[in-house]
Every structure is written in C-alpha cells, then in structure tokens.
C-alpha cells in the first residue's frame, strides 16, 4: 500500500472558508479531505476550485445548516449519502465512499444544544444509529475508516479543564457512552496511537481567547478499524489554520497509512 494521508476538518462553512481550505490543501497536500458543516447545497458547493488543485469531490449538503463533503486526488466510488433508511428531507450528516481501496465514512454528528433537551435525545438516537449502520454494513477485518465532527470528547485528557465540562454538552456521560459504543465496534482512535496526555485540542470557541489559552476540546476524530491501525504511521491536530484570519473555530485533524 502507498503512503496515502486522510484529513477531517468542520470548517463551518466552505463559502466563507474557501480561501482557507484551498490554501491549506495546496500546503498540506492530503488524498483525502473530508469537510463538514459545508452550509450549503451541492449545487453551490465550489468544486471547480477544488478540481484546480486535483482534487475530485462530492457533497451531500443543505441550505444553511450541516452538510459534509469529501475531496480526494481518487475518484470516490460507491458514494452514500445518508443512512441507508433515512428518510426524506433528514439532515445531510452523512456521506460515505470507497477511495483507492478504503471506505471513508465521514460524519457531522448533531451538537445536541444541551443536556437532556430533545436535540440531546436526537443526538444520542443518531449515535445509535450510526453504531447501527457500522454493524449492518462492515466486517471488522475490512478496511474502514469513521472521520468527522463527533462533537464529543472521549476522555478527561481530551478536554482543557475536565471538571469544568462534566456532565455538560459535548463531555456528558450519555453522549462518552454512545461513543463508546461506537468504538466497541472494532474502531481505533487514530491519534491516540501515535500522540499521548492531554493539551491537544481540535476545536476553541471563538470567545473568550479560548485559542491563544488553549481552552480548547478534542472532538474531531479519525477512527479507523484494526487493518488501517496496523498501517498507520502518524496523526496529529494541524493547529496553524486556527490561527488565520477569519478561520473556523475547529481546524484539521490527520492521519497518514503506509
């Protein structure tokens, strides 16, 4: 297998972002980039400017809110958008794909606004349903990777100040516990492989001076299944685009396989 890198980067949204994320793939220079939070439709996401610098890519988005995209230097095939039941009109959270070999999953996976209000009891309903879908449609000895915004920290040392959080949106237990779930499937954290204890963050709100104090939490993953563990030689949290002008508040997470 050839080296091949992976990123997964919420740049809450690719309109006003695009300066950014082109700068950064011409710099970074991925196989994969899966996006998230793209706001808009696939008939306005800018695929010209991405094929300019050789990159295929495919959307599955919505006006507005949510939607998630993948851009790759291989076509995508088998492209999935959506769970496979999802019914119409449902939030654009989803895309998967085959690329060169390795079936990308790429998630926007619900805030949940707050502790115990009903966007927090669909959250953890679409949690399950994505464990779900891992079950119904993946062996565990295949190649499989799960990025994206899993708008949750898995473990006190992947948050800045863990008492603080406890119990709150992004680090409750229900929300650790259907992770975990997830993970049970056979999945590996990427970065834990390679990168140990706390003080690594993918996401700073933007008040505060919450980047500069690096009050940040880890909630932008690459979780790969036991073959890709075996092959994965680095990951790491790209903070520079963090700190550009107008930048999202979360930045690129990546992971290299060889």
Same mark, same amino acid.
């Given at each position: 297998? %050839?080296?091949?890198?992976?990123?997964?980067?919420?740049?809450?949204?690719?309109?006003?972002?695009?300066?950014?994320?082109? %700068?950064?793939? #011409?710099?970074?220079?991925?196989?994969?980039?899966?996006?998230?939070?793209?706001?808009?439709?696939?008939?306005?996401?800018?695929?010209?400017?991405?094929?300019?610098?050789?990159?295929?890519?495919?959307?599955? +988005?919505?006006?507005?809110?949510?939607?998630?995209?993948?851009?790759?230097?291989?076509?995508?095939?088998?492209?999935?958008?959506?769970?496979? #039941?999802?019914?119409?009109?449902?939030?654009?959270?989803?895309?998967?794909?085959?690329? #060169?070999?390795?079936?990308?999953?790429?998630?926007?996976?619900?805030?949940?606004?707050?502790?115990?209000?009903?966007?927090?009891?669909?959250?953890?309903?679409?949690?399950?349903?994505?464990?779900?879908?891992?079950?119904?449609?993946?062996?565990? =000895?295949? #190649?499989?990777?799960?990025?994206? =915004?899993?708008?949750?920290?898995?473990?006190?040392?992947?948050?800045?100040?863990?008492?603080?959080?406890?119990?709150?949106?992004?680090?409750?237990?229900?929300?650790?516990?259907?992770?975990?779930?997830?993970? =049970?499937?056979?999945?590996?954290?990427?970065?834990?492989?390679?990168?140990?204890?706390?003080?690594?963050?993918?996401?700073?709100?933007?008040?505060? +001076?919450?980047?500069?104090?690096?009050?940040?939490?880890?909630?932008?993953?690459?979780?790969?299944?036991?073959?890709?563990?075996?092959?994965?030689?680095?990951?790491?949290?790209?903070?520079?685009?963090? +700190?550009?002008?107008?930048?999202? =508040?979360?930045?690129?997470?990546?992971?290299?396989?060889?």
């Amino acid at each position: 297998m %050839r080296t091949v890198k992976i990123a997964t980067w919420n740049v809450n949204s690719v309109a006003a972002r695009l300066p950014l994320v082109t %700068r950064w793939l #011409d710099s970074a220079r991925p196989d994969v980039l899966c996006l998230q939070e793209i706001k808009c439709e696939e008939s306005r996401f800018p695929a010209e400017a991405f094929a300019e610098l050789g990159y295929h890519s495919e959307a599955f +988005g919505q006006p507005t809110y949510n939607g998630v995209a993948i851009l790759s230097r291989k076509p995508c095939m088998d492209v999935l958008r959506g769970f496979p #039941d999802d019914e119409e009109g449902a939030h654009s959270r989803l895309l998967a794909a085959t690329v #060169d070999g390795v079936r990308v999953v790429n998630v926007y996976v619900p805030n949940g606004q707050s502790v115990g209000s009903d966007k927090f009891d669909y959250k953890l309903r679409w949690m399950r349903r994505l464990r779900e879908y891992f079950d119904e449609e993946f062996w565990t =000895d295949a #190649d499989v990777l799960l990025c994206g =915004d899993f708008n949750v920290a898995p473990e006190d040392e992947d948050v800045h100040d863990p008492e603080l959080w406890r119990g709150r949106i992004l680090f409750s237990k229900p929300e650790r516990a259907a992770l975990q779930e997830i993970r =049970d499937w056979g999945l590996v954290d990427a970065f834990r492989l390679h990168v140990k204890g706390g003080g690594h963050y993918s996401w700073w709100d933007y008040r505060a +001076g919450s980047f500069r104090r690096n009050t940040g939490l880890r909630i932008d993953h690459i979780w790969v299944s036991e073959p890709l563990a075996e092959r994965c030689t680095s990951s790491l949290i790209d903070r520079e685009p963090r +700190g550009w002008e107008r930048p999202s =508040d979360h930045t690129p997470v990546l992971a290299t396989f060889s």
